[in-house]
């Protein structure tokens, strides 16, 4: 008979589903980036600096999507990763609200 670790279980199964919605959030940025460069608002000042912020949210959600994959790997370092995926969420957030936010204002300043 072998024994089950329900919060064992219970991990994998969160790191699957939040790995699942980070490759969403992944693909909405880069639907956001593809429209800043179709637009050609990707050229003016501020358009430049939220794609800089859409593209630095890309590289720390691919960071992020790396440690979970290790996550899954090995139970040992888990909770010093699992901070380490926190800071970079959060930083993440920061980065697609200031993205969508200057968005909407280049959108209501272009006729």
């Known amino acids: ?3 089950v670790s329900f919060a064992a279980l219970k991990t994998v199964r ?3 589903q939040n790995r699942a919605m980070l490759v969403t959030v992944l693909g909405n940025l880069r639907a956001m ?3 800043l460069f ?3 608002l990707v050229y003016a000042r501020e358009g ?3 794609a800089r912020d859409v593209l630095l949210a890309q590289e720390h959600l691919s960071e992020v999507l790396d ?3 290790a996550l899954a790997e090995d139970t040992d370092e888990q909770q010093d990763e699992a901070k380490r995926v926190q800071t970079r969420l959060a930083e993440v957030a920061t980065l ?3 993205a969508a936010e200057g ?3 280049l959108r209501q300043a272009v006729p």
């Open 1 to 3: 008979m072998s024994v």
């Open 14 to 16: 969160q790191l699957k």
């Open 33 to 35: 980036l593809q429209k």
């Open 38 to 40: 179709e637009s050609g």
């Open 48 to 50: 430049s600096r939220i």
């Open 67 to 69: 440690t979970l994959d």
């Open 96 to 98: 697609t609200q200031r």
């Open 103 to 105: 968005i909407q204002k």
